[in-house]
């Protein structure tokens, strides 16, 4: 795919198949990821990529679970998508790519979005993911 045809046609897709993703299909994002820009060259990133739909949704779980008993900044609206019956947080995806900080460096947080934002449309672009 052309650059800015992956950009316009980028989905946030909440509906997967069960297919298996190979090895290729998660490293080749991950190796965008690792291009992107970063406050003076710190790279402050790790991935963690999970490829089990059980030990994903288990995940979803917890986190959703923590977000309803800690988290207070997404208002009622998002209580209430929380709470929801049958929501998950991952939407049952097959596969997972973390993206995380291992800095308290003041930009880091920002060069992981900066990561994640070459990841995505880099999945996107595969020939795994063009009929999504």
Not at 14 to 25: E, G, I
Not at 72 to 97: K, M, Y
Request: charged share 25%.
């Amino acid at each position: 795919m052309e650059f800015m045809d992956v950009l316009s046609n980028r989905r946030a897709v909440r509906d997967f198949t069960s297919d298996q993703l190979d090895r290729f299909a998660i490293e080749r994002p991950i190796g965008a990821a690792i291009l992107a820009p970063s406050a003076m060259n710190l790279q402050p990133w790790a991935f963690a990529a999970l490829l089990d739909a059980q030990r994903i949704d288990s995940y979803a779980e917890r986190a959703q679970r923590w977000l309803l008993e800690n988290e207070t900044s997404f208002g009622e609206a998002g209580r209430e998508i929380l709470e929801r019956s049958g929501f998950s947080l991952f939407d049952h995806a097959p596969a997972l790519v973390l993206v995380m900080a291992q800095s308290r460096a003041t930009q880091a947080v920002e060069d992981c979005c900066l990561a994640a934002q070459n990841l995505m449309p880099s999945a996107r672009s595969t020939s795994l993911f063009a009929r999504i």
